[in-house]
Nanobody
Framework: QVQLVESGGGLVQAGGSLSLSCAAS????????MAWYRQAPGKQRELVAR???????TYADSVKGRFTISRDNAKNTMYLQMISLKFEDTAVYYC????????????WGQGTQVTVSS
């Protein structure tokens, strides 16, 4: 059984900062690519950023220069540092990880709300 637990969401004013974390636990052999997605009301879930085990990162154009994704492989934990937040960053943020247990599977966290007030 694998669990992804997110933390760090909340309410912040536009221009402010927030940090999210996502910890994977359970019968894990290895954690491959990890990613943050977000879903705003009435919109489809979209990729925010992803990071490989070696640290290669990819960002959505809308967050480049403002968000930083990182991970601690020893702790099976991923982070998202968000600065200069905008109203349009308001969404539920989900972490996703490709995890090998007995097989490779895709796992999701429960989501954490980020609300940016204008």
């Amino acid at each position: 059984q694998v669990q992804l637990v997110e933390s760090g969401g909340g309410l912040v004013q536009a221009g402010g900062s927030l940090s999210l974390s996502c910890a994977a636990s359970g019968s894990i052999f290895s954690v491959e690519t990890m990613a943050w997605y977000r879903q705003a009301p009435g919109k489809q879930r979209e990729l925010v950023a992803r990071i490989t085990p070696g640290g290669t990162t990819t960002y959505a154009d809308s967050v480049k220069g403002r968000f930083t994704i990182s991970r601690d492989n020893a702790k099976n934990t991923m982070y998202l540092q968000m600065i200069s937040l905008k109203f349009e960053d308001t969404a539920v943020y989900y972490c996703n990880a490709q995890i090998t247990t007995s097989n490779l599977g895709s796992y999701w966290g429960q989501g954490t709300q980020v609300t940016v007030s204008s």
